[in-house]
């Protein structure tokens, strides 16, 4: 084998000698007339190795020289027998372990090399190395011995990576061969099962860790019939449905199992166990222990326990449970708050959103996506989040929308598809900072190398092959948990407080609620706010902002002591009078008694309320009194125009005049407040402003003659 010079290691040395003691040596004439050549040594007796062996050690000069290295005291046809022959970055080698380990990892690797899976060959020799004597991986797959060897394995991802897929692929086989199928087991692996990608595909997605897990269901019976049912339907159904109802069968398991005898007699089953099941539902909590799950999620997990029992009495198992065990018409989820208030709750408060926007650089910082680089990725990503904040559209809306979705001019608009109301083609007015954020993206995209599949959309899909070309919601959400938890740990605002975003819970469709809320809070009529949500019916949009009791209560209780009369003098009333003792008109509240036990339907003025001694507006009602002074000046230029009746012209002056002093009288109050003061009273009017859009517009009950009639 030539070292140096074109020369075997002994001729290397001899020439070396040889030009010690003269002057010019001429390399090519000593190699050509005094040197004699030897016959060809025999390879290095290590297994596989083809460089020639030096002297008579029988080894090459790498493999002689990691023997000396190694310290061994194994003799070197001992020691030769365990190593690996000189291999290129290309190559590796199974020699080194145990023989049964051989025959083990060259089936896993024939089994990913099946599935079309990536040859790591430097991923390979760290886990032949790491594996070392082990006799087989088959047989400790799940067990401490494992969980060693990818300790020792270290943070190299890949090669823990292949090692835990070659153990999982040789276990399963293993299980097999000895007649256990692997839906006999409490723990489903989806890899196995065949519903996640696949581990290393050429250009696809690498597999997230996901598994089906029914230790949990305690319940004997309970359990068999939840892994029978997923058996039977997992193929045919998506598999969040299967994850709900184990979900499902967990709670209800915890119900029964706290029933004497645990619920595990199906013959001795009554309603009083089903009364225990129900009541596991109604108090289940979310995973971080964050309060109780929304009463809509609770519900559908309730109805998949259901289905499941159902499933089980018309295929058999389930044939002897008892007929007292069944849903009765009590076994409900009560709404201990209305729908709408519950959703209400979901929208960021604004102190989040900008505590959002001041930490704006660090989303998505160090996320890979695509062949984007780290600036990219970051820029990508806060395009997403200044949409989701400023438009109000849906996630999903938001990660399909088109590469050529922004209609630039001094009025930009969002082109933008409504899916789940089958309305495309959508446009959204925005503002022009949003459309610089969009423009900024473009600009970026331009420069980068696009898949096909995601030329035409505006947020690229990861890879070429991933299942769907556009960026998907689940990344999106991902990106905004390592935010707020990056936020929560590094983040300690003005006043001292560490961890700001403790207990809120920020995800993308919060901010759906927050611009709905933002809108309302200024003031924004629900018809138009229906608009800008897309939505066909107000009452859709009036839950999307509706308010608490609490928050309403709060803010009667700041309101009440600014009510003033008809002649602007304070009139204070309690909470108790302000909400009982009056009824909202158009333009105040009134507290003459007949009208408000009429609902405020029975006006003896005719709704002249500026006139009247029981007259009680407030603070909330400034731009609806002001909106009514508007039309009221536009009413007296027309009655003056077509010449009406001086008492036509001076009832409505006077009108004018004495909401003027209303006005007037109530901003005067404000004005004597501190800013805290009149922040919060403010506030208050916001809150009781959309309490009563919500509840719909006071209109005057004036009744409309039908020509028929007459």
């Given at each position: 084998?030539?070292?140096a010079?074109?020369?075997?290691?002994?001729h290397?040395?001899?020439?070396?000698?040889?030009?010690?003691?003269?002057r010019?040596?001429?390399l090519k004439r000593w190699?050509?007339?005094?040197?004699?050549?030897f016959?060809?040594l025999p390879?290095?007796m290590?297994l596989g190795?083809e460089?020639?062996?030096?002297?008579?050690?029988g080894?090459?000069?790498l493999?002689r020289?990691r023997y000396?290295?190694?310290?061994s005291?194994?003799t070197?046809?001992?020691?030769?027998r365990?190593?690996?022959?000189?291999?290129?970055?290309?190559?590796?080698?199974?020699?080194?372990?145990?023989e049964?380990?051989?025959?083990?990892?060259?089936?896993?690797?024939?089994?990913?090399?099946?599935?079309n899976?990536?040859m790591d060959?430097?991923?390979?020799r760290?886990?032949?190395t790491?594996?070392?004597?082990?006799?087989s991986?088959a047989?400790?797959?799940?067990t401490p011995?494992?969980?060693?060897l990818?300790?020792?394995?270290?943070?190299n991802?890949?090669?823990t990576?292949?090692l835990?897929?070659?153990a999982?692929?040789?276990?399963?086989?293993?299980?097999e061969v000895?007649?256990?199928a692997?839906t006999?087991?409490q723990?489903?692996d989806?890899v196995t099962?065949?519903?996640?990608h696949?581990p290393?595909t050429?250009?696809g997605?690498?597999?997230?860790?996901?598994?089906?897990?029914f230790t949990?269901?305690?319940v004997?019976w309970?359990?068999d019939?939840?892994?029978?049912?997923a058996q039977?339907?997992l193929?045919?159904?998506?598999?969040?449905?299967v994850?709900?109802t184990?979900?499902?069968?967990?709670a209800?398991?915890?119900?029964?199992?706290?029933?004497p005898?645990?619920?595990e007699?199906?013959a001795?089953?009554e309603v009083?166990?089903?009364?225990?099941?129900?009541e596991?539902?109604r108090?289940?909590?979310?995973?971080?222990?964050?309060?109780?799950?929304?009463v809509?999620?609770?519900?559908?997990?309730?109805?998949?326990?259901?289905d499941?029992?159902d499933?089980?009495?018309?295929?058999g198992?389930?044939?002897?449970m008892?007929?007292s065990f069944?849903?009765?018409?009590?076994?409900?989820?009560?709404d201990?708050?209305?729908r709408s208030?519950?959703?209400?709750?979901?929208g960021l408060?604004?102190?989040?959103?900008r505590?959002?926007?001041?930490?704006?650089?660090a989303?998505?910082?160090?996320r890979?996506?695509s062949?984007?680089?780290?600036?990219?990725?970051?820029?990508m990503?806060?395009?997403?989040?200044?949409l989701l904040?400023?438009?109000?559209?849906?996630?999903g809306?938001?990660?399909?929308?088109?590469?050529?979705c922004?209609?630039?001019?001094?009025?930009?608009e969002?082109?933008?598809?409504?899916?789940k109301?089958?309305r495309l083609?959508r446009?959204?007015?925005i503002s022009?900072?949003?459309?610089?954020?969009?423009?900024d993206?473009?600009q970026?995209?331009?420069?980068?190398?696009?898949?096909?599949a995601?030329?035409?959309?505006?947020?690229?899909?990861?890879?070429?092959t991933?299942?769907i070309?556009?960026?998907?919601?689940?990344?999106?959400?991902?990106?905004l948990?390592?935010?707020t938890?990056?936020i929560?740990?590094?983040?300690v605002?003005?006043?001292?407080q560490?961890?700001?975003?403790e207990g809120?819970?920020?995800y993308?469709?919060a901010?759906r609620?927050s611009y709905a809320?933002r809108h309302?809070?200024?003031g924004?009529?629900v018809?138009?706010?229906?608009?800008?949500?897309?939505?066909?019916?107000?009452s859709?949009?009036?839950?999307?902002?509706d308010?608490?009791?609490?928050?309403?209560?709060?803010a009667v209780a700041?309101i009440?002591?600014l009510t003033?009369?008809?002649?602007?003098?304070?009139?204070p009333s309690?909470?108790?009078?302000?909400e009982l003792?009056?009824?909202?008109?158009?333009?105040?509240?009134?507290?003459e008694?007949?009208n408000v036990?009429a609902?405020?339907?029975?006006?003896?003025?005719r709704f002249?309320?500026?006139?009247?001694?029981?007259?009680r507006?407030d603070?909330?009602y400034?731009?609806?009194i002001?909106?009514?002074l508007?039309a009221l000046?536009?009413?007296?230029?027309?009655?003056q125009?077509?010449?009406?009746?001086?008492?036509?012209?001076d009832?409505?002056?006077?009108?004018?005049?004495?909401f003027?002093?209303v006005?007037?009288?109530?901003?005067?109050?404000?004005?004597?407040?501190?800013?805290g003061?009149?922040?919060r009273v403010?506030?208050?009017?916001?809150v009781l402003?959309?309490?009563?859009?919500?509840?719909?517009?006071t209109?005057?009950?004036l009744?409309?003659?039908?020509?028929n009639?007459?």
């Amino acid at each position: 084998m030539p070292l140096a010079q074109g020369l075997c290691e002994d001729h290397n040395i001899r020439w070396h000698v040889y030009k010690h003691d003269r002057r010019s040596p001429s390399l090519k004439r000593w190699s050509t007339t005094i040197a004699i050549p030897f016959e060809a040594l025999p390879d290095c007796m290590v297994l596989g190795c083809e460089v020639e062996s030096s002297y008579a050690t029988g080894l090459c000069i790498l493999h002689r020289t990691r023997y000396r290295r190694s310290g061994s005291r194994a003799t070197m046809q001992q020691w030769a027998r365990t190593q690996p022959p000189h291999l290129a970055m290309n190559m590796f080698s199974l020699v080194p372990l145990a023989e049964q380990m051989r025959w083990e990892l060259l089936y896993a690797l024939q089994r990913r090399d099946a599935r079309n899976g990536r040859m790591d060959a430097s991923a390979v020799r760290s886990v032949v190395t790491t594996l070392g004597s082990t006799q087989s991986l088959a047989t400790i797959f799940g067990t401490p011995k494992f969980e060693r060897l990818q300790a020792r394995q270290g943070r190299n991802a890949n090669s823990t990576a292949h090692l835990f897929e070659f153990a999982r692929t040789l276990h399963d086989a293993y299980e097999e061969v000895n007649g256990r199928a692997h839906t006999d087991r409490q723990v489903w692996d989806l890899v196995t099962m065949g519903l996640a990608h696949d581990p290393a595909t050429h250009g696809g997605s690498r597999r997230r860790k996901g598994a089906l897990d029914f230790t949990p269901i305690t319940v004997s019976w309970l359990n068999d019939i939840t892994r029978r049912w997923a058996q039977a339907e997992l193929t045919r159904i998506p598999t969040y449905i299967v994850v709900e109802t184990i979900r499902a069968a967990t709670a209800a398991s915890d119900g029964l199992a706290r029933r004497p005898g645990g619920g595990e007699d199906l013959a001795a089953l009554e309603v009083a166990d089903m009364d225990a099941v129900v009541e596991a539902f109604r108090v289940l909590g979310r995973r971080d222990g964050k309060g109780l799950l929304t009463v809509q999620t609770r519900r559908i997990l309730f109805a998949r326990f259901i289905d499941l029992l159902d499933y089980g009495r018309a295929t058999g198992p389930l044939r002897d449970m008892s007929a007292s065990f069944i849903r009765q018409h009590h076994h409900t989820i009560a709404d201990a708050e209305s729908r709408s208030e519950e959703r209400a709750r979901q929208g960021l408060p604004e102190p989040v959103i900008r505590l959002l926007d001041d930490n704006l650089d660090a989303l998505a910082s160090g996320r890979l996506h695509s062949s984007l680089n780290a600036e990219q990725v970051k820029q990508m990503f806060r395009c997403v989040y200044i949409l989701l904040r400023d438009t109000g559209r849906r996630p999903g809306e938001i990660c399909q929308l088109r590469a050529d979705c922004l209609l630039d001019g001094n009025e930009p608009e969002l082109v933008w598809d409504n899916v789940k109301g089958k309305r495309l083609g959508r446009r959204l007015p925005i503002s022009q900072q949003t459309a610089a954020a969009i423009r900024d993206w473009q600009q970026v995209r331009a420069n980068v190398l696009i898949a096909e599949a995601s030329a035409e959309y505006l947020f690229p899909a990861r890879s070429s092959t991933a299942p769907i070309p556009y960026l998907r919601t689940q990344t999106v959400g991902d990106a905004l948990r390592i935010w707020t938890a990056w936020i929560n740990d590094n983040v300690v605002l003005p006043t001292g407080q560490t961890r700001p975003l403790e207990g809120v819970s920020v995800y993308a469709y919060a901010f759906r609620h927050s611009y709905a809320q933002r809108h309302a809070d200024a003031g924004v009529p629900v018809d138009v706010l229906r608009d800008l949500m897309d939505h066909k019916s107000i009452s859709t949009t009036m839950g999307y902002y509706d308010i608490s009791l609490r928050r309403k209560r709060e803010a009667v209780a700041t309101i009440a002591a600014l009510t003033v009369d008809r002649l602007g003098a304070r009139k204070p009333s309690s909470l108790s009078a302000y909400e009982l003792r009056s009824v909202a008109v158009p333009y105040g509240n009134c507290t003459e008694p007949s009208n408000v036990k009429a609902g405020g339907q029975a006006c003896p003025i005719r709704f002249q309320c500026s006139g009247c001694g029981f007259y009680r507006p407030d603070p909330s009602y400034i731009p609806a009194i002001e909106d009514h002074l508007r039309a009221l000046k536009a009413n007296r230029e027309t009655a003056q125009a077509i010449d009406a009746a001086s008492f036509v012209i001076d009832n409505l002056s006077a009108e004018i005049d004495q909401f003027d002093t209303v006005i007037a009288a109530m901003r005067t109050q404000l004005q004597a407040l501190d800013p805290g003061e009149r922040r919060r009273v403010e506030d208050a009017s916001a809150v009781l402003r959309k309490t009563r859009a919500a509840q719909g517009k006071t209109v005057l009950p004036l009744t409309v003659v039908n020509r028929n009639d007459r």
